[in-house]
């Protein structure tokens, strides 16, 4: 199996807010409006898999599935930690 670009650029969009900070990534909360082109379902499994099998970050992921939002898929929150 290999997983989209999709959750790689999700995840270092968010890592890079989190440095920027000057602190760790340690949630991030995702958004999947009407245009989204992936399923919550398939969005976690790429999340896991690069967590299991590219050694990128524990962060936690969160999403939201809010089909009457004209929008793709959009970062609406990190959380980090020192
Ligand atoms: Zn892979």
């Known amino acids: 199996m290999h997983e989209s670009g999709l959750a790689d650029r999700l995840l270092a969009l968010a890592e890079a807010e989190a440095r920027a900070r000057g602190k760790r990534l340690v ?43 004209p929008s793709g898929v959009e970062i609406v929150g990190i959380e980090v930690a020192d």
């Open 27 to 69: 949630g991030v909360k995702v958004r999947l409006g009407a245009l989204a082109a992936t399923a919550p379902e398939r969005l976690r499994a790429d999340f896991e898999h690069l967590r299991e099998h590219h050694g990128r970050t524990g962060a936690a992921l969160e999403i939201e599935v809010d089909p009457d939002r």
